[in-house]
T-cell receptor, first 118, second 115 residues
Framework: AQSVAQPEDQVNVAEGNPLTVKCTYS??????LFWYVQYPNRGLQFLLK??????LVKGSYGFEAEFNKSQTSFHLKKPSALVSDSALYFC????????????????FGRGTQLTVWP | DTGVSQNPRHKITKRGQNVTFRCDPI?????LYWYRQTLGQGPEFLTY????????KSRLLSDRFSAERPKGSFSTLEIQRTEQGDSAMYLC?????????????FGPGTRLTVL
């Protein structure tokens, strides 16, 4: 069964420092991987995705993520954190479309609260 | 605004009442998803539409829940005889069928509080 683990409920980092939000996944077959961000009382905003190709993907607001197949990880990174990056971050996975599969359902982690202090 | 919209944004109801939420997806997105998010958890899949056809329902979707997408455009999610455990954020998302790796675009959600 598909699943996502975000091992850290909270990540705290000083502004200007690099940040990492961790994600590991379990799927049958090759994964499609996504990162979303959620601000208070708002829906989810798409940040970036890995479908195929380069293991390092770049997304919105200076975020990037590295796909590591051997470690089944997809950690979110940013070289220099901003106070405005403080939000709830979700990693999600779906399996590749194939006959008989659930078409496009996302499986989310529990989320990681990122706090960047000035 | 061409994003996914949801109405109402907030709903407070008494236990036992029926509630209905509406989702308007991005125009021409033929796939529509409903998710439920409770405090401290990630969104959990409820149901999925391809155009007007409801192709999958989660086990979370008890018989008190029903969803429709009658013309393949907007969708409604109804909860009958609400219970306190139904209190959550209900999220709608849409995406086009192709390419298959497209991300889902989420609406702002409807926050339901059952008293």
């Amino acid at each position: 069964a598909q699943s996502v683990a975000q091992p850290e409920d909270q990540v705290n980092v000083a502004e200007g420092n690099p940040l990492t939000v961790k994600c590991t996944y379990s799927v049958s077959g090759n994964p499609y991987l996504f990162w979303y961000v959620q601000y208070p009382n708002r829906g989810l905003q798409f940040l970036l995705k890995y479908i195929t190709g380069d293991n390092l993907v770049k997304g919105s607001y200076g975020f990037e993520a590295e796909f590591n197949k051997s470690q089944t990880s997809f950690h979110l990174k940013k070289p220099s954190a901003l106070v405005s990056d403080s939000a709830l971050y979700f990693c999600a996975v779906r399996d590749m479309p194939r006959r008989g599969s659930t078409l496009g359902r996302l499986y989310f982690g529990r989320g990681t609260q990122l706090t960047v202090w000035p | 605004d061409t994003g996914v919209s949801q109405n109402p944004r907030h709903k407070i109801t008494k236990r036992g009442q029926n509630v209905t939420f509406r989702c308007d997806p991005i125009s021409e997105h033929n796939r529509l998803y409903w998710y439920r998010q409770t405090l401290g958890q990630g969104p959990e899949f409820l149901t999925y539409f391809q155009n007007e056809a409801q192709l999958e329902k989660s086990r979370l979707l008890s018989d008190r829940f029903s969803a429709e997408r009658p013309k393949g455009s907007f969708s409604t999610l109804e909860i009958q005889r609400t219970e306190q455990g139904d209190s959550a954020m209900y999220l709608c998302a849409s995406t086009p069928t192709q390419p298959s790796g497209n991300e889902q675009f989420f609406g702002p959600g409807t926050r339901l509080t059952v008293l």
